[in-house]
Nanobody, 125 residues
Framework: QVQLVESGGGLVQAGGSLRLSCAAS????????TAWFRQFPGKEREFVAG???????DYADSVKGRFTVSRDNAKTTVYLQMNSLKPEDTALYYC???????????????????WGQGTQVTVSS
């Protein structure tokens, strides 16, 4: 059974930084695409950033240049470094893993097989 556990969320002022971590119980993160999604109240989860099986990264336009996704294979952990945070980044952030090997990460939530429980990020103005 694969488990994904997010951590690192919290309350930060606008312009500040946070680093989210997604730790996997198995080696799925080192092999398969992993992505970060976020969910605003009353909205469907949206793609934020992801890293593919080959290490290629993709970002939503709204976070390009501010967020960085990375993977530590030794720790089977994926990170999301979030800089220059804005109040509109406030959301529940989820980590997800896809069981299909892909050269580029998919942005479709329905392609992901495993999900973490989410971690809240709140950015105050």
């Amino acid at each position: 059974q694969v488990q994904l556990v997010e951590s690192g969320g919290g309350l930060v002022q606008a312009g500040g930084s946070l680093r989210l971590s997604c730790a996997a119980s198995g080696r799925i993160i080192t092999t398969y695409p992993t992505a970060w999604f976020r969910q605003f109240p009353g909205k469907e989860r949206e793609f934020v950033a992801g890293i593919s099986s080959t290490g290629a990264t993709d970002y939503a336009d709204s976070v390009k240049g501010r967020f960085t996704v990375s993977r530590d294979n030794a720790k089977t952990t994926v990170y999301l470094q979030m800089n220059s945070l804005k109040p509109e980044d406030t959301a529940l952030y989820y980590c997800a893993a896809d069981r299909t090997v892909r050269a580029r990460v998919t942005t479709n939530i329905y392609d992901f097989d495993y999900w973490g429980q989410g971690t809240q990020v709140t950015v105050s103005s």
